[in-house]
């Protein structure tokens, strides 16, 4: 008897698993480097492109590093919904000394 109730519920986990995920409700959310100019000693622009769902605003998270790979500008930047779905984006960042790159670290939904 205790076998059959553990089998049923593996069966069960099993199958809300799998609707969990392929609901077709779950957001799609990727960010790419597109590239990145240093403007001065103290400035980078970082372009990004972020592909979401349509209709749904984006936070990310842009950051400069210098040669050692310490982060020497960063900003956080609210992306309104779009009708479409990837956009390109480009941000201009402050930096405490000059960077060598710039770089998306993460997007996430607000």
Partial sequence: MGLSVAVAFVVVFAA????????GTSSQLESAD?????????AVEVQYTVTADTGEAVDCAVEAQNSG?????????????SEQRSVTYTTSLATSERAV????YRCWLP
């Fill in 101 to 104: 790159t710039g770089l998306i």
């Fill in 16 to 23: 809300w698993v799998v609707f969990a995920a392929f609901d």
């Fill in 34 to 42: 597109v590239g990145y100019q240093v403007t001065s000693d103290r």
């Fill in 69 to 81: 790979f310490a982060v020497v500008g960063w900003k956080i930047v609210h992306l309104p919904a």
